[in-house]
């Protein structure tokens, strides 16, 4: 496996222990600021349209982008950004500006991570260093929900949401490795 994977799974790793903290216990929250089902709803729809419609258009302008690297770190920021803004959600509006957040941030890191991960496959490795990246998210997500909600019932959310940003903000430092170039990322 190629240095560039190595990094790339990383920083998802981090990415993905830090957001996945909030999965299921996610209505409880919305419930805990007033919010209702429809809330949650509303609010998630805000994540995915945000996320799938600004995807489709800058993933054609991300093809030409040289420096891929920059995106994925961009799209880490406005990850640890989205996990921040959860500390001062108050109200529906406040959660679903969050959510577009963190959909904007999926628009941005998701096609350059892919593309970039594409680059750095080993020829004969492709199915499973794809497997790697997979599998590391079932785990460690399968992790972070019980990390999430351990949090969250023994500290409260305000807690758990500074905790998700500071491990997310690991995920932006640990892209920075990204940055050495392609003779190290290269390496196997």
């Known amino acids: 496996m190629k240095k ?3 990094v790339l799974l990383l920083s998802d790793t981090w990415a993905t222990l830090g957001l996945g ?14 919010g209702d089902i429809l809330d949650a709803s509303w609010a998630y729809f805000a994540f995915l349209i945000s ?52 959909g904007l941030s999926e628009a941005v890191l998701v096609p350059a991570y892919d593309a970039l991960y594409s680059k ?28 999430g909600g351990y949090l969250a019932y023994h500290f409260g959310f305000k807690f758990l949401f500074l905790v998700m940003f500071g491990i997310s903000l690991l995920s932006v430092f ?10 190290f990322l290269s390496k196997v």
Request: proline residues 1%.
């Open 21 to 34: 903290m909030i999965g299921p216990i996610y209505a409880i929250f919305v419930e805990n600021i007033g």
């Open 120 to 147: 750095y496959l080993t020829k004969h490795n492709v199915a499973s260093e794809w497997g790697n990246w997979e599998s590391m998210r079932y785990i460690v997500t399968a992790g972070s929900v019980l990390i």
């Open 174 to 183: 640990s892209s920075l490795y990204l940055y050495k170039g392609k003779k």
């Open 4 to 6: 560039g994977i190595k």
């Open 51 to 102: 996320s799938g419609i600004v995807m489709y258009l800058i993933s054609h302008w991300e093809d030409r982008v040289k420096h891929k690297e920059r995106l994925i770190t961009l799209g880490y920021c406005l990850a640890s950004l989205g996990a921040l803004s959860y500390y001062f959600v108050d109200s529906q509006l406040t959660l679903v500006m969050t959510q577009i957040i963190l």
